[in-house]
T-cell receptor
Framework: GEDVEQSLFLSVREGDSSVINCTYTDSSSTYLYWYKQEPGAGLQLLTYIFSNMDMKQDQRLTVLLNKKDKHLSLRIADTQTGDSAIYFCAESIRGSQGNLIFGKGTKLSVKP | EAGVAQSPRYKIIEKRQSVAFWCNPISGHATLYWYQQILGQGPKLLIQFQNNGVVDDSQLPKDRFSAERLKGVDSTLKIQPAKLEDSAVYLC??????????FGEGSWLTVV
């Protein structure tokens, strides 16, 4: 069955890079997503990557996908206090018509 | 472009009472989802609509949950009767052709 795993907590200092990791089990994943959730808010789409890509960069965000190991990571360069939030990894399975399987989220704490 | 609108934002009810949540997706988005997010977990799909038809409701507890999207635009999710374990955030999301799924701010339900 489908399963998405993430570490629950990450703490970094302001200005450092953050790397949030995710593993998934379904090899038929088509797209993999990163969402950000701030306290009391909904989910904000940060970026997504197609399963035949290795890397995608968007400003401070870099997504790396290792399809062989079913490992996805999100790197945030120059992490700011405003990046403190919960980050969710999600996969879209081929044939699922777009519904997403989410991990439990990684809480990123940025210390000044 | 307006985002996914949800109401009410917050609701507190007693167990065995009923509650309804409303969602207005992004204009032109044919696919609409309702997800349930229990505290400390990632969102889980309850139901998916394509226009006004149900695509996937396999994880909807149909003895107490119902949802409709009568005209293929707005949607309502109802819980009757509510249980304590229904306390969660109910997230509505929508998608047009393509792979970007946008979420609303969520409706926060507390059952006491």
């Amino acid at each position: 069955g489908e399963d998405v795993e993430q570490s629950l907590f990450l703490s970094v200092r302001e200005g450092d890079s953050s790397v949030i990791n995710c593993t998934y089990t379904d090899s038929s994943s088509t797209y993999l997503y990163w969402y950000k959730q701030e306290p009391g808010a909904g989910l904000q789409l940060l970026t997504y990557i197609f399963s035949n890509m290795d890397m995608k960069q968007d400003q401070r965000l870099t997504v790396l996908l290792n399809k062989k190991d079913k490992h996805l990571s999100l790197r945030i360069a120059d992490t700011q206090t405003g990046d403190s939030a919960i980050y969710f990894c999600a996969e879209s399975i081929r044939g699922s018509q777009g519904n997403l399987i989410f991990g439990k989220g990684t809480k990123l704490s940025v210390k000044p | 472009e307006a985002g996914v609108a949800q109401s009410p934002r917050y609701k507190i009810i007693e167990k065995r009472q009923s509650v309804a949540f409303w969602c207005n997706p992004i204009s032109g988005h044919a696919t609409l989802y309702w997800y349930q997010q229990i505290l400390g977990q990632g969102p889980k799909l309850l139901i998916q609509f394509q226009n006004n038809g149900v695509v996937d409701d396999s994880q909807l507890p149909k003895d107490r949950f119902s949802a409709e999207r009568l005209k293929g635009v707005d949607s309502t999710l109802k819980i009757q009767p509510a249980k304590l374990e229904d306390s969660a955030v109910y997230l509505c999301a929508s998608r047009t052709v393509g792979n970007t799924i946008y979420f609303g701010e969520g409706s926060w339900l507390t059952v006491v």
